[in-house]
């Protein structure tokens, strides 16, 4: 991956994550992603937003953790947070379970768009356990050092913020509880918002009235989980 001072990446993750950076597993998966590159694979998304979820969401702003698993892998979808698509692309099925169930919880109006960078930079660390893939091949990089890398992410802001909410929607997210200190912050679980599982206990979840239940509790400001009309990033 090359020293932390090359990446380009907001200064308080930088400052946490400095070691992590300098040890062998992360030059390995910067060598792997250079030989994927001369190969003529692509790789989604592209460099310059590999970090967005860490560079939208400052480690001293971060409120709420979402843990997806794999950016999108189709041509122009992924934009380094979990979930979210660029404004021009067609909302994915996952995410349109996420606005039908804050709907239900906050009366919350459908977007017209699949961007959430308006979470983000309000302190929703969108955050995926692997931050690269290969175009058209699911989990490709899941194995390369990523998860690692995510695991440790997760912990320094676990141990670094006085009070979050991690929402933990699937398997794959809840196996990540046990990174996380849940004596001072909030758990909450759920299924995955896959179509497949959806409507198994994801819809009627409540886990967006809570987390912000759970903020204004601690005397934080509660999340605005109304997206703009039109998308900015």
């Known amino acids: ?3 932390v001072d090359q990446v380009k ?3 308080g993750w930088k400052e946490a994550l400095r070691e992590e950076f300098e040890k062998p597993y992360m030059q390995d998966l910067g060598d792997f992603l250079r030989s994927e590159k001369t190969a003529g694979k692509e790789v989604y998304p592209p460099g310059s937003l590999i970090f967005n979820a860490l560079n939208s969401t400052p480690l001293e702003r971060v409120k709420v953790v979402v843990i997806g698993q794999d950016p999108y892998h189709g041509p122009g979808q992924a934009h380094g947070l979990c979930f979210s698509v660029l404004p021009e692309v067609k909302t994915p099925p996952s995410l349109l379970n996420i606005y039908k169930e804050l709907k239900r919880d906050l009366n919350i109006d459908i977007a017209a768009h699949g961007c959430l960078q308006h ?3 309000q302190g929703v660390l969108l955050l995926n356990t692997s931050l690269t893939v290969e175009r058209g091949v699911a989990g490709s990089h899941a194995g390369k050092g990523w ?4 695991d440790k992410v997760i912990e320094v802001v676990s141990q670094h913020q006085p009070r979050l909410v991690f929402l933990l929607w699937g398997a794959h997210a809840q196996s990540k509880e046990k ?3 849940t004596s001072k912050h909030l758990v909450l679980k759920s299924v995955h918002p896959s179509p497949l ?3 198994r206990g994801f819809i009627g979840n ?6 912000n239940k759970f903020l204004v509790q601690h005397g934080l400001s509660p999340i605005d989980w109304r ?3 039109h998308a900015v990033v």
Request: charged share 20%.
């Open 227 to 229: 997206l703009p009309e």
């Open 9 to 11: 990446l907001e200064a």
């Open 1 to 3: 991956m090359g020293s």
């Open 179 to 181: 990174l996380i200190d």
């Open 197 to 199: 599982s959806a409507h």
């Open 206 to 211: 409540g886990h967006f009235s809570r987390s």
């Open 147 to 150: 998860q690692r890398f995510t």
């Open 119 to 121: 979470w983000a930079e």
